[in-house]
């Protein structure tokens, strides 16, 4: 698995823009924008990724297109944490993992 | 020829030339001078430090007196007054305990290195140095601060909200007090609960520093700290030994992952002076943590001996640094006391803050 060097995982900024998502400003001057829906179907909790398999189980295509963050909140020092408008709430997303699904098109 | 105006700005100039070593800017552009007062020739101030366990003390009031009397013309006396005010990490105001500034996890890759003693001889001395200090044992395991600091009494609820017992002038709340004699056999979600309600549910007051002496290894309750409060920094106690076999690498990397500044590690059991001979033996070799440290990027805070005297104190409840100040050991943990100090507070002036703008 791709490593990145701390400064691609260490937030400089992060804005939630009311209906469109997440944008997340990197030390290392990149900038990813997650839509809420990509958020919602890349969440990495137990109850959409099988623990014992790794397989996904709920994906982008599962969440409906309406799906919207409804609150967003840092965990410690090292991740952020959603409540999404179907009321799913379960899922850390570490600051590695999101720049990791960055969707920008020289990232992905 | 006409005698020179002592003026704030002269001063100021004057005192741009001092650095704090540890943070590498002058003390001016940090905001380091406070209550200017120039009568005369006479100027005095106060140089206010980022923590009252300041190593370098001594040298900047030095430094600070020779600037202004060589570089202001005019000026015959000097007064510098050293104080000092712990500053608070830019972090999210939501997750933190309120009137708390720091908080520092004490870590370790296994039980049985100190690690209890260690935390309880670093908040005694943050605590002698003039900071205001809390100490939580978070050890669900075995938790031993209540005995080392011989605390009378548990603590009270009032309101709903836990009071916390005072020993030595720190703080105290720990897992034992949630059982008396009983063992805490618990699944992950109630150490989870207690941990939370020993962070958040707690009367703590006004902190410089809230020490957390967390069970060893990694596990539910490392993670629910990480979680719940934005740690300021970690310190990893190992062995000279555990080090050598990579032990307490997994925790290192544990705070790593969820980005908890690593503020150094603490080499304990490094060396022993035999008392009738005054022979120095290393039982577990020596410098296994400073040459990791090293390996690591990651400051070395010192070497703590294996002392007869270290054990005796921490089991009669008063630690060494209080009962034999003037001892060795407790030099030893006064020096990584100080180190530690001067980690808070550079990350206090280079963490980030992790807020999230709404718009």
């Known amino acids: 698995m791709l490593t990145f060097p701390e400064q691609a995982t260490t937030p400089s900024e992060i804005r939630k823009k009311s209906g469109e998502g997440i944008v997340i400003r990197w030390l290392d001057g990149h900038a990813s924008t997650f839509g809420a829906r990509f958020l919602r179907g890349s969440c990495p909790c137990a109850q959409c990724v099988s623990e014992t398999t790794g397989q996904r189980m709920v994906s982008e295509e599962h969440i409906a297109p309406s799906v919207s963050i409804e609150s967003a909140r840092t965990v410690g020092n090292y991740a952020l944490q959603f409540t999404f408008s179907d009321g799913h709430t379960t899922g850390i997303y570490s600051f590695e993992y999101l720049r990791r699904i960055c969707p920008c098109e020289e990232c992905a | ?359």
Not at chain 2, 9 to 15: G, K, N, Q, T
Not at chain 2, 142 to 166: A, H, L, N, T, Y
Not at chain 2, 277 to 297: N, P, Y
Request: hydrophobic share 40%; aromatic share 4%.
């Open chain 2, 1 to 359: 020829m006409a005698e020179a105006t002592v003026t704030e700005s002269r001063v100021l100039d004057a005192l741009r030339s001092v650095m704090d070593p540890d943070l590498k800017r002058d003390i001016v552009s940090l905001n380091f001078i406070r209550n200017m007062k120039i009568e005369g020739s006479v100027v005095s101030f106060d140089v206010n430090l980022t923590t009252p366990a300041c190593p370098v003390k001594e040298r900047l009031r030095e430094q600070s007196r020779q600037a202004v009397l060589s570089g202001v013309p005019g000026v015959n006396d000097v007064r510098v007054n050293m104080t000092a005010e712990v500053r608070r990490p830019p972090a999210p105001e939501a997750s933190r305990i309120k009137g708390v500034k720091n908080i520092i996890a004490v870590g370790s890759g296994k039980g049985g290195v100190g690690k209890s003693t260690v935390a309880a001889n670093i908040a005694v001395s943050l605590a002698r140095s003039g900071a205001r200090v809390g100490l939580l044992d978070a050890d669900i395991y075995g938790p031993s601060i209540p005995i080392m600091m011989r605390s009378s009494g548990e603590p009270e609820m009032r309101e709903g909200v836990i009071q916390p017992v005072e020993a030595h002038g720190v703080k105290l709340m720990s897992m034992g007090y949630m059982s008396g004699e009983m063992p805490l056999i618990w699944r992950g979600p109630m150490a989870h609960k207690a941990l939370q309600q020993s962070l958040l549910g707690v009367s703590w007051g006004e902190l410089d520093y809230l020490v957390v002496d967390l069970p060893p290894g990694t596990g539910d309750v490392h993670l629910t700290l990480v979680q719940t409060v934005p740690v300021t920094g970690a310190v990893i106690v190992s062995t000279p030994q555990d080090v050598g076999l990579q032990i307490s690498m997994k925790t290192l990397r544990m705070f790593q992952q969820t980005k908890v500044p690593l503020l150094g590690i603490v080499e304990n059991m490094s060396f022993y002076i035999c008392p009738h001979c005054g022979g120095r033996d290393e039982i577990f070799g020596h410098g296994g943590a400073a040459h990791a440290a090293e390996a690591l990027g990651v400051p070395f805070l010192g070497e703590i001996p294996l002392d007869p005297a270290i054990r005796k104190r921490s089991d009669s409840g008063v630690p060494v640094v209080l009962a034999e100040p003037d001892s060795g050991s407790a030099r030893a943990f006064s020096e990584v006391t100080g180190k530690l100090a001067q980690q808070i507070s550079i990350q206090a002036f280079r963490n980030i803050p992790l807020t999230i703008i709404e718009e």
